[in-house]
């Protein structure tokens, strides 16, 4: 050590601060972060380009690779919310958010299809709201079927949410006798493209405000202190008052709130869907981006915003790996290596090395202060 | 109170599974006098809009009205179809129409169904089997399909093709024959480069975000091919976000398959300029074949491609699935 | 080396964030003797033992081995095993779900095949020589917990160690069970195994025991001679202070003028639930302290369970304060101000990955609402003042509980219900494999609570304890109360026959 610590005894020295981000869990995510944007910056710094230009509704619109990518990964960010929730409360993971978002979907096009796109605004927006209040609704009692399955017939969450997982997307088929809808209605395209006169996509302003909804929620109740306590042991939980079950069935209708929030989104961006593939596969990237947050996927603690990071961090390799021009047939291996690189830097192996280094590092700095009194 | 909740749950999985078993049961009815007795097996009409037009039509053509007495049956999965080729069998039909979920393990009950002298028609998918074992084959031909839309393309004379080309799952029927119309069309032009191709495995939420990164990059193009309608609108809604004109006599051609209803409305609409035909209706091939017999093993359906200056009105509604 | 010393540990230290486990501890274990290594929880027993066993790797010193020359480096618990010592944890680490045959033998067959048959049959031998009630081929879950600890034990042996280290092994045994074992441990002896025995049990150290070691704060305190160490010294250098007679407690505080004609702060009639106990009558006064004893599986704790609506009742009247009240579940009995320490600390008790903060104020705030959580300062604020009124000895209130000692553990626990505020505490063995001066720490405060006029229900299996602290005592047999003994009957030999049963 060459540089004095400067405010070894008045409070926090810079090293302390770099040693508390050092060992933090929001650690991994940002560092998978950082890894995609040194090779983006090496590859081709354009990729980091955003402008300003005219749309074709005739509006400005921010456009750009990091634009697409906040704007992608709402969905996902969405959906990490509600999977961190239930992952920490029941110790596993809802895999049917895939099927439930196609039957959220398929809600919203059920209700707007039949519209003629000459409808005053206020009218359209009467509709979306009842569209949009009923599919929270019905995503929300297929969360609360989910969440009953696993608390009151203590079923393995993967095994209960298989059900939805196999049959959701028949079901999404039948809501609309399965015809292929496609609406006209360009306002209707507002919550998945642009806002007229507003450059950044709402689909990142819907994923602020669940983001703040969440935080407001894990400020003002007790859900983290709870399901936590409900994901590390629930035979204690109850002896102090909590009622595990009611808190696994919140957190899975919680899930079933943010999916409804993603299906409307989803067919928003295209107007349209596909009941066989929209979201497909989401469920294992949110349980991914769980992961990536350097959350236990067994439950227990938890930390909301590395979960969040993780999913940006998924969609920012997914625009990645299309902007590198990755064959079709490889880009799923491209996407594995990546992954089992971030997940060995997240597993419990490597963490408890990590601590072992915290450990001796709190050692050796007790042991420097020892010597120097 | 916790009893009844889980008796409401319980309640609800019983019906679901009731449910279910009605599905599986199939319809039944005695046979009539004079009539034909078709025992038709297809996949899940709920599997795809494909499905459900070609389900439509099987059920429009195969009626009392037209001489036929029809039995259906479903399922995604090869051996329940086995099973109901059985039972239909031993119910004694006169023709077993089938659209078989696995190409293998039909020889068997194929066979018994000639001892019976049950006649066999393939429609949609073939099967590994003797020919001997079936009258006729009536099957879509993907690399065709690709062939007349690459063809097509390549009528509109520009002076250089810069494709984003966007395709289905990887190893599907409809991906390998369309991926590979334009493969061998741009290795033997100079002038046909692909500027992106990715596949978005059928859905449009993949196909906007690969287009989209093609326009973040800056790179210039001018012909989206895509290997259904969904992708297709997928990536048009890309391009509408970042004001790139598509569609006839704009900056960019979209070329889409499957002809949905919608997808030729946007080609009336000018705004999409190709859409390339997979055929649904085989109906009317299996109706000749059975009055008329079986001129061929294999046929194979004939398949239009759509040109947005040439559509009309009529062939939205005759086409349109 | 001396001649005839199996191990020993030189300047051994350890470190975790903030805790000096271990600071330059020595440690000699001779062949053929019993070492007892003593200390209160968080003294650094288990933390040498862990780093002996290659579980943690030491952050100083040198190990050194018979039969090996220079320092010896443990980095694995395969490596301990292969360098002759052999462990058994106080918490049953074997495979519940394989039968005791493969226990004894799970991963040390030699080469890809395994003789079965020769397996079944050695370890059927090595039972029958042990005396070990079980069947080679029986499944290890089936066996009672003794069972399954001797099972570890006979592992132990058969894997011919020079060094055998036995950590609370007998803190679910029975009397008869203990001395099966310590004759197992004197025949091992007899062979020069050299046995270092962890044991809160006091009178067991003075049984079997040759040597003591004694540590304090991760601090070597000496050595000793079994003979030149009273106990009472001895818990004076384990506590580090003059230790004051136990006994004397009881006589710092007012007990004995309860007013037994008042209306009982909780009463119970015929209460009964689904846990097989009989209906039975139940009645706490004001600033009394009583208990429940009897043998375990008598129903001691499923009785006050019942009480606080842990398990489900099905049958009774509950009056708080003359009242009738409904008590279904926990939150009930809270908000009545009835407060439990269940007696399986680890599954009912802690909450592992919180903090020692979260788990303090666990209980104090289900009762506040979901919706009125405490601020962050508020919550330091409280466990700050019990950590420090309790004396916890924790890194931080931020440091998961799991990783403090059992002790402090059962006083975060505490502190969780003494936060909550309750007019009547039940504390279902609180002393429970803690070490001697919290266990004393506990009496007092308990004692010290009912001065305030608190109401407490203690159950300990210790009965002395239990003397010392109860002013009434309810025993039970088979799921039913047979007796209720108070003032002079409040003896040894009164309940061990009340709990005997018979009219001798």
């Known amino acids: ?373 | 109170m916790k009893k009844l909740v889980k008796m409401i749950v319980s309640t609800l999985l019983i019906g679901a599974m009731a449910l279910s078993f009605c599905a599986c049961a199939g319809k039944g009815g005695k046979k009539e006098g004079g009539l034909i007795k078709v025992g038709i097996i297809n996949n899940d009409p709920n599997e795809s809009g494909y499905r459900t037009a070609n389900d439509r039509d099987m059920k429009a053509t195969f009626t009392k009205e037209n001489g036929y007495d029809p039995y259906f049956y479903y399922s995604l999965k090869n051996e329940e179809q086995i099973a109901a080729a059985q039972k239909f069998i031993q119910d004694d039909v006169d023709y077993l129409l089938i659209s078989a979920a696995g190409t293998s393990g039909w020889d068997g009950v194929l066979e018994q169904a000639k001892k019976a002298g049950i006649k066999v028609i393939l429609f949609d998918r073939t099967i590994d089997a003797s020919e001997d074992l079936y009258e006729a084959s009536i099957v879509s031909d993907m690399a065709k399909e690709g062939e007349q839309a690459v063809s097509w393309l390549a009528s509109q004379n520009l002076s250089e093709y810069k494709i984003i080309h966007i395709q289905g799952v990887m190893g599907s029927s409809a991906q390998i024959g369309r991926s590979g119309a334009l493969d061998t069309k741009v290795a033997a032009e100079a002038n046909w480069t692909i500027v992106q191709q990715q596949t978005a495995e059928w859905s449009e939420e993949t196909a906007q975000q690969i287009t989209q990164a093609v326009i973040d990059s800056g790179e210039s193009f001018n012909v989206i091919y895509a290997e259904n309608d969904n992708m297709a609108k997928g990536a048009v809604a890309a391009l509408d976000k970042a004001n790139i004109s598509h569609g006839v006599g704009k900056d960019v051609i979209v070329i889409g398959f499957d002809c949905n209803t919608w997808a030729l409305e946007e080609l009336v609409a000018g705004n999409w300029n190709y859409d390339g035909q997979c055929n649904p209706f085989q109906a009317s091939y299996i109706d000749d074949i059975i009055k008329n017999g079986a001129k061929q093993k294999v046929v194979i359906m004939e398949e239009k491609g759509f040109d947005a200056t040439t559509i009309t009105k009529d062939d939205v509604t005759k086409y349109g699935i | 080396m001396e001649q005839g010393t199996v191990l020993e540990m030189r300047g051994i230290c350890k470190y975790f964030p903030g805790v000096r486990a271990l600071e330059q501890v020595d440690f000699t274990l001779r062949e053929g003797e019993i070492h007892a290594l003593m200390g209160e929880n968080g003294a650094g027993k288990s933390t040498l033992i862990k780093v002996l066993t290659g579980v943690y790797p030491k952050d100083g010193g040198v190990i050194l081995l018979s039969g090996t020359d220079g320092p010896v480096h443990i980095k694995s618990p395969q490596d301990a095993q292969n360098a002759g010592i052999a462990t058994v944890y106080q918490e049953i680490t074997l495979c519940p779900n394989l039968t005791v045959a493969e226990n004894m033998y799970i991963g040390r067959t030699k080469g890809p095949v395994t003789n079965w048959r020769k397996m079944i049959s050695d370890a059927g031998r090595l039972l029958d020589e042990l005396g070990i009630p079980a069947h080679p081929k029986q499944q290890l879950g089936n066996c009672s917990i003794a069972v399954q600890q001797m099972v570890a034990i006979a592992r132990a042996v058969d894997m011919e160690c020079k060094v055998l280290i036995l950590d609370e092994p007998t803190s679910s045994l029975d009397e008869q069970e203990v001395q099966k074992l310590f004759k197992l441990m004197r025949d091992l002896k007899a062979k020069g195994v050299g046995i270092i025995f962890v044991t809160h049990f006091l009178e067991q150290v003075y049984e079997v025991c040759d040597r003591i070691t004694v540590l304090r704060d991760g601090q070597l305190v000496g050595e000793y001679i079994i003979e030149d160490l009273p106990r009472v010294q001895l818990v004076s250098k384990m506590l580090g202070k003059d230790f004051d007679d136990m006994a004397d407690i009881k006589s710092d505080s007012d007990t004995e003028n309860i007013d037994y004609e008042s209306t009982p702060v909780y009463e119970a009639m015929g209460l009964t639930g689904t846990t097989g106990i009989k209906p039975f009558d139940f009645e706490i006064h004001k600033g009394e302290v009583n208990g429940f004893t009897g043998l375990l599986g008598s129903g001691r704790s499923e009785s006050v369970r019942a009480i606080f609506g842990a398990d489900r009742v099905t049958r009774g009247v509950v009056r708080i304060d003359g009242k009738p009240v409904k008590i279904r579940k926990p939150l009930d009995a809270m908000k009545h101000g009835i407060s439990y320490l269940p007696e399986d600390r680890k599954l009912d008790g802690i909450v592992g990955d919180l903090s020692v903060r979260d788990n303090i104020i666990l209980a104090l705030q289900v009762m506040k609402g979901f919706f009125k959580p405490f601020s962050r300062a508020q919550a330091e604020q409280f466990a700050d003042e019990y950590i420090k009124l309790l004396n916890i000895k924790t890194a931080s209130s931020d440091t998961p509980i799991k990783s403090l000692s059992g002790g402090n553990q059962q006083k975060v626990i505490l502190a969780r219900w003494l936060l909550a505020n309750p007019v009547y505490l039940i504390l279902d063995e609180p002393t429970r494999g803690i070490d001697v001066g919290t266990k004393v720490e506990i009496q007092k405060l308990v004692l010290k609570l009912a001065s305030e006029g608190k109401s407490v229900t203690f159950i300990s299996s210790e009965i002395d304890e239990m003397i010392r602290t109860c002013s009434r005592l309810i025993v039970m047999r088979d799921g039913k109360v047979v007796g209720e003994l108070k003032g002079k009957d409040l003896n040894q030999n009164k309940i061990m026959a009340t709990i005997a049963g018979g009219e001798s």
């Open chain 1, 1 to 373: 050590m060459t540089t004095p610590e400067p405010k070894l005894k008045t409070g926090r020295s810079v090293k302390d601060i770099f040693g508390k981000l050092f060992f933090n869990q929001l650690l991994i995510p940002l560092v998978a972060l950082l890894f995609l944007v040194i090779l983006n910056l090496f590859a081709d710094p354009s990729f980091f380009k955003i402008t300003l230009e005219k749309s074709s509704t005739g509006f400005y619109i921010l456009s750009g690779n990091l634009i697409s990518i906040i704007d992608n990964g709402s969905e996902l960010a969405i959906l990490a919310i509600g999977m961190t929730l239930v992952t920490a409360a029941s110790g596993g993971q809802d895999i049917s958010v895939g099927s439930a978002i196609a039957i959220a979907g398929s809600i919203v096009l059920r209700v707007i299809k039949g519209l003629s796109p000459s409808i005053s605004g206020g009218e359209l927006a009467l509709y979306l709201i009842f569209a949009f209040v009923l599919c929270v609704i019905v995503s929300a009692l297929f969360g609360a079927f989910n969440g009953a399955l696993v608390a009151f017939f203590k079923i393995q969450p993967m095994v209960a949410t298989l059900i939805l997982f196999t049959a959701g997307r028949s079901i999404a088929a039948w809501i609309n006798n399965n015809e292929n809808i496609s609406i006209n209605d360009d306002r209707f395209k507002y919550f998945g493209n642009f806002l007229p006169g507003i450059p950044v996509p709402t689909p990142v302003f819907i994923s602020a405000i669940c983001m703040i909804v969440i935080a407001v929620v894990l400020k003002f109740t007790n859900l983290r202190l709870y399901s936590q306590a409900v994901g590390i042991n629930s035979s204690s939980s109850r002896l102090n008052g909590i009622n595990p079950k009611m808190i696994k069935l919140l957190t899975f209708i919680i899930l079933g709130v943010c999916v409804a929030v993603c299906g409307f989104i989803k067919v928003s961006r295209t107007a349209s869907i596909t009941y066989a593939v929209i979201a497909n596969n989401i469920e294992m990237d949110a349980i991914l981006a769980v992961a990536l947050g350097g959350n236990n996927l067994g439950g227990g603690k938890f930390n909301m915003t590395a979960s969040i990071i993780g999913a940006y961090v998924i969609q920012f390799l997914t625009t990645t790996l299309f902007k590198f021009k990755v064959s079709s047939t490889a880009i799923s291996a491209y996407k594995a290596v990546v992954v089992i690189f971030l997940i060995i830097l997240s597993a419990p192996v490597v963490r408890r090395g990590l601590s072992n280094l915290k450990n001796k590092y709190i050692a050796s700095r007790s042991q420097v202060k020892k010597e120097g009194v």
